[in-house]
Structures are given as structure tokens and as C-alpha cells.
């Protein structure tokens, strides 16, 4: 059974376990690979299975040979860099396995192997491709793993800034695809890294294009993300599943494969619910966003690319200019093109016009987009559904640029607050309550509603001016040094005062000030008084998490003074949203949605909560006792009672039937008077 010679796998077992003693075979097995490899490399297209079991066995072994062994590696990197493309498939794969070997066994550099695996990815094979994928990014990472090895990463990250200008297209997808699941994994998450992605925003292959421009989105894995999804899709619901079982034969293996049809279906659904991730860290990296920003809508100019990527395009510039606050002025008339009800994706073109607008933006550009919002969304000839919306993208625009908009365009739009539709009235109430805040003197003297201490403070707008404080606002609500001691003496004096009344069984006045008095003291104080003490308790001590709560409910009360009930505030739902412009702010149309069939059923749960069963008790008084036999007819099968229902079953006399009529007639007779 010893056949040591030729039992290749038996021989590498045995040389692992004593290296020094099976030297010889060794060598033996080593100078056969090289004769076969002379012979191999007269026609590399061949496939030699010989060839292919010695270079996996010598891959197995050479770390117990290395000075032998030394030349092999270098065999086959000179293999795979002349004849890739030429090589059969699977004695291609069966040299980057090895090359992988050597590699895990520190026979390899990191560098010189990483750099022939992406040249790699120009051969026409999909799974070798996905192999050097998963490997590269494994490796990369396990580099990294300790510390940051800033040599290899900064030649691999030039060597990969060339591959992604290569002519082959899937190669150059496949570089950018690596250096995107990189920063995903927060192992390249540098300022490079993200401007060799933004490279490859201006790539002439759409694949790259969409890829590059789905990452700065937030859209992490390109692509793959749409792919995998359809992957994922369950072709059946959980009712044609147990459907499809309850037909057939009932065994453990069929209630498996239902269980675990199940458990995939359940884990999609919750897939989907899923809220999406928005991810702007890569846009704060860029070296020079104002000319990346400005070469992108260049590029959007020419383009002529389908409307899906142009709205990515179009996405990105939009977040460029918000987040960098950027002066692109051609930007607002090339969306304001595609501001019609009509237009496909009309939204998220509202959206991105939301996106761009800040402070800084001259108000007479935004203006423009404004106007066009308000003549082509909101009149009285569009469904509410597109009134509302256009007027939710008005707010947000002003919220961003409030000097954009002029006293009459805002007349005519807070008209609509008392509208019959419930959308466009709770939009237009929305832009009036931040202009009430934001600019108050745009308003007319009815529009801006009963004056309080907010409005007061309301530093008025300046194109370019930038108001910095150097208190805290709402920090005059605070007792000074002085005035916390003397308000604890204060309570004290009250507690002692109590404790005699209790001993003595009589009340005590004290002369305290009442909650009117103190409201109407309050507005006596002077604007100037406020900011000088709000400036003394900012600078005189460090302020407690308790001491900014009630700094907090004090700003509350100010906005809300004066008015009947108070409305949820924008920065309340900013800081919500963490300040991020989503789609939903624009589709936000307040009417009553139909309830889909999961929701209808979450209702009607929620009802049956805390209730008893609904039908008949039928518990018995004794649960021993005998049932009736009435009883044991319902739990009877219908063949053992159905000669007693058959003789039920017996035609009607001549008689019967004459009482039956003259009753119905008797009936209807007394129907008519």
C-alpha cells in the first residue's frame, strides 16, 4: 500500500511531520515539476493534470524547504504575468491558489502579489476574478489588522489609481470595487482613498461612473446592492408556502424546509423595513470640492447618459454645494429646467434644488427657482397632492436661503393656509411658522400672530452676515452666584416655617410672588438687561447637563408665549433627522393613506388586546360533568345521522300549503293599508 513515490498527498503528510528525513523525495518530486513546467511552457494553453497536482503539492511543502524551494514562486508569477490571458482556466486558478499559499506562509510580499492579482482581473473569468476579490480585500485588511502598514497602502494606492484608468472596463470595476469595500470596512477610510474614488466620477464607463457616484450617496456597495436584493427576493409568501404544504405527505423533512422558508422570508421582510443609511464622512475628505463640484456638472452638461445616472449626477452636485456651502450659479437654472409636475422623479429633483440651497447662494438665483415652483406646482389648477408637495419644497428651500424669498411670493403662498385640502393647509401653516421665526418682518402685521419674547430676539438678515454670540441663549433663565445661595436660604426659611406650622397646627403666610406677577415681570426686563446677565452666568461657571435642560425649556416657553398651543419645532425635527434632507420631507402630503393588509391586521390585533375571546362561553358550570345529546350530535359524523336527516325531509300536505298561502296573503294585505 506504500507508494511513496507517486502518493503525492501521502508524502506531503509525511514531509510536514519530518522535513529532514524526506528531503530526497522531495527533490525528486521537485525536479519533475520542472521538467513538466519546460514542457508546459511550449503551449501554456494546455491543461496538464500532472503539472497542476505537483504545483499544489510543492505550495504545500516549500516553507519546509524555502532555500530549495526558493525559485518556484517566481515560476509562477513569470507564468501568470506572460501568458494570463493564455493560460487554461483552471491551471490559471490552480497558480493563484498556490501564489495564495505562499502567500498565507510569508513566502510572498504583499506588494508584488496584490499588484499582479489586479492585472489578473483583466482575464475573461468571472470566478477567478471573484476569488482575487475576496482575497485581496481579506489580505489587505489582515495587514492592517495590528497597525497601519503606510508603506503598502500608499504604493498599492497609486498602483490601483492607474487601474482604474485602464482600457479594460471590468478590471478598472473591479479596483474600484476593492477600494470602496476598503472604506466600508474601515480599513483604507483616508482622505486618498476617497480622492482615487472621486476619480473614477469622471470615468467614461458607466459601470465605474454609477459605482463611484453610489458610494459619495451613501450607496456603500454600488452595484451589488441591486443585485444581491434580486438574489434575496422570496418567490413566494408565507401563505402559498403553507399552502404548498398542507398538500402532500406530512414528514420531518417537508416541516424543515417549511421552517426554514419561513425563516428567510420572515429575515427579507425585516431586510426591507431597514431604514436607509446615509453616510457623508467620504464627501468631507475630498481635497477640492468646489472643482470637483464644478467638473461633475460640466460632465452633466455633456452627458448623455440615461436619465437614471444624470439624477445621480445631479444628486451629488446637489450635496456637494449644501455640505460645502460651494458657488455654483449655473446649477439653479439648469434644475430649475426640470421643475414641472409632469417631469419623471419630479421629487427628488425638488429635492436636490433643497439640497443645494444655503446662505450663502445669492437670493435672486434662488429666487428664480422659487418662482417657477410656486407658477408651475402651486395653483389651484394641480391636485393637492402636487400643491403640497411644491410647497414643502418651497419651505425647505427657505429654511436653507430664508432671503430668498420676497414679501409678495410669500403673501400669496401663506393665502393658503386656510385651503380646503388638509395638505397644502398644513404646508402653507409650515411656512408660515418658519418665517414667523426665522424673518418675522416679511410677514404682514396679521400674518405674524400674537409678538413674543422669540420674535423679539430675532437678529435681522443680511446677505453674508454671520451672527456670533458670546453667550449661551436663554441663559438669563439661570440664578446668578449670589442669587442660587440666597434662593437656598429662601427654601430653607420656607421649610423651617412649615415644620412650626405642622408643631403649632396653624398655617403661616409667606409672601411669595405669584406665577402671574412673575409673567408679568418678566417682559419688563429690558433687552439689554437679558443679554448682560445671560453673558455673566455664560462666563462666570461651567454650566450643568440639569442647568442646560432648563436653559432648554426656557427657550421653549419663548417661542410658544403668547400663542395658544404650542406646534413641533424645526430644530426639534432636525436634530431628529440629524440635519439631513431626505426624500420624505418633500413627499410629506398629510392625508389619510389606505391601510395595506399587514397594517390592517396590526390594528385589528392591537384591538383584540386586554378583551375576552368574542362568541359563546361554552364552559360548563362542572367540568366533569356529562354532555347533552345535543351535543354529541354536533361531534358525530353525518353518515351515522343521515337517515334520521333524510326523514325530516318529507313533502308538504295540500293542507299546509293552503295555510302557508292564506298567510302570506293575510301578510301582505296588512303590509299595504
Known amino acids: 500500500m506504500n507508494k511513496l513515490p507517486n502518493n503525492l498527498p501521502q508524502l506531503q503528510n509525511l514531509i510536514k511531520r519530518d522535513p529532514l528525513s524526506y528531503k530526497d523525495e522531495f527533490l525528486q518530486q521537485y525536479r519533475h515539476y520542472e521538467s513538466n513546467l519546460q514542457i508546459f511552457q511550449l503551449k501554456p494553453s494546455t491543461y496538464s493534470k500532472t503539472l497542476e497536482e505537483l504545483v499544489l503539492f510543492v505550495a504545500q511543502v516549500a516553507h519546509c524547504y524555502p532555500e530549495e524551494a526558493g525559485p518556484f514562486p517566481e515560476h509562477l508569477r513569470d507564468l501568470l504575468t506572460h501568458h494570463g490571458d493564455a493560460l487554461d482556466r483552471s491551471m490559471r486558478m490552480t ?376 453667550f449661551i441663549p436663554g441663559a438669563e433663565a439661570l440664578p446668578e452666584e449670589a442669587e442660587s445661595a440666597e434662593g437656598e436660604k429662601k427654601e430653607n426659611d420656607w421649610e423651617s416655617c412649615s415644620d412650626d406650622s405642622d408643631e403649632e397646627g396653624e398655617w403661616v403666610d409667606v409672601h411669595h410672588s405669584s406665577d402671574e406677577e412673575t409673567k408679568e415681570d418678566e417682559p419688563q426686563i429690558s433687552k439689554e438687561e437679558r443679554l448682560k446677565r445671560a453673558q455673566t452666568v455664560s462666563s462666570s461657571r461651567v454650566l450643568t447637563a440639569a442647568e442646560f435642560e432648563q436653559i432648554q425649556r426656557r427657550q421653549a416657553v419663548k417661542e410658544v408665549e403668547g400663542k395658544r398651543g404650542g406646534k413641533r419645532k424645526r430644530g426639534a425635527e432636525e436634530e431628529e433627522s440629524g440635519g439631513l434632507l431626505t426624500l420624505s420631507t418633500i413627499e410629506n402630503v398629510y392625508k389619510k393613506r389606505a391601510h395595506d393588509k399587514d397594517s390592517r391586521l396590526s390594528t385589528v390585533m392591537a384591538g383584540r388586546e386586554g378583551r375576552e375571546k368574542f362568541g359563546k362561553n361554552h364552559e360548563k358550570m362542572n367540568p366533569h360533568a356529562s354532555t347533552t345529546n345535543k351535543d354529541k350530535k354536533r361531534n358525530k359524523a353525518f353518515m351515522m345521522i343521515k337517515h334520521k336527516v333524510q326523514r325530516k325531509k318529507v313533502k308538504r300536505s295540500f293542507r299546509d300549503k293552503q295555510i302557508a298561502l292564506r298567510n302570506s296573503l293575510l301578510k301582505r294585505q296588512k303590509a299595504k293599508r
Not at 449644501?322 to 429635492?351: A, C, D, M, W
Open 95 to 470: 497558480f493563484c491558489k498556490a501564489l495564495i499559499l505562499l502567500r498565507n506562509k510569508n513566502l510572498v510580499q504583499a506588494n508584488s502579489m496584490l499588484e499582479l492579482f489586479f492585472k489578473l482581473f483583466r482575464c475573461q473569468d468571472k470566478l477567478l476574478r471573484k476569488t482575487l476579490y475576496t482575497y485581496i480585500v481579506s489580505d489587505i485588511k489582515n495587514v492592517n489588522k495590528k497597525h497601519k502598514n503606510a508603506k503598502l497602502n500608499s504604493a498599492l494606492q497609486s498602483f490601483m489609481y492607474t487601474m482604474m484608468k485602464d482600457n479594460n472596463p471590468v478590471a478598472a470595476k473591479m479596483s474600484l470595487d476593492v477600494m470602496i469595500e476598503l472604506y466600508r470596512r474601515n480599513v483604507w477610510n483616508d482622505a486618498k482613498t476617497v480622492n482615487v474614488i472621486a476619480t473614477a466620477c469622471f470615468s467614461k464607463v458607466t459601470k465605474v461612473l454609477v459605482a463611484a457616484l453610489k458610494f459619495f450617496l451613501g450607496h456603500e456597495d454600488g452595484e451589488k446592492e441591486e443585485s444581491d436584493s434580486e438574489e434575496d427576493e422570496p418567490p413566494k409568501t408565507e401563505k402559498s408556502l403553507r399552502l404548498s404544504h398542507r398538500v402532500g405527505k406530512h414528514s420531518k423533512k417537508r416541516q424543515k424546509k417549511l421552517d426554514r422558508a419561513l425563516q428567510a422570508l420572515k429575515k427579507h421582510k425585516k431586510k426591507k423595513k431597514t431604514a436607509e443609511v446615509f453616510n457623508n464622512s467620504a464627501l468631507h475628505l475630498i481635497h477640492d470640492p468646489q472643482d470637483m463640484c464644478e467638473k461633475l456638472f460640466s460632465q452633466l452638461e455633456k452627458t448623455t447618459e440615461r436619465f437614471e445616472v444624470k439624477l445621480l449626477m445631479i444628486d451629488l452636485a446637489s450635496r456637494l454645494i449644501g455640505i460645502h456651502q460651494l458657488s455654483v450659479l449655473n446649477f439653479y437654472p439648469f434644475v430649475q429646467r426640470f421643475l414641472q409636475p409632469h417631469q419623471r422623479e419630479v421629487t427628488k429633483i425638488l429635492l436636490f434644488a433643497a439640497q443645494a440651497s444655503h446662505e450663502l447662494v445669492p437670493p435672486d438665483v434662488i429666487e428664480g427657482v422659487l418662482r417657477t415652483i410656486a407658477n408651475n406646482f402651486i395653483t389651484d389648477r394641480n391636485a393637492g397632492e402636487v400643491m403640497a408637495v411644491g410647497m414643502n419644497a418651497v419651505k425647505e428651500i427657505c429654511a436653507r436661503c430664508p432671503l430668498a424669498m420676497s414679501s409678495d411670493l410669500l403673501g400669496d403662498l401663506i393665502q393658503y393656509k386656510s385651503h380646503r385640502d388638509k395638505g397644502v393647509m398644513m404646508s402653507s401653516r409650515a411656512l408660515l411658522q418658519l418665517y414667523r421665526k426665522v424673518n418675522p418682518e416679511l410677514l404682514s402685521k396679521k400674518d405674524k400672530g400674537r409678538p413674543t419674547e422669540a420674535m423679539a430676539e430675532v437678529d435681522p438678515l443680511v446677505y453674508g452676515g454671520q451672527v456670533a454670540k458670546d
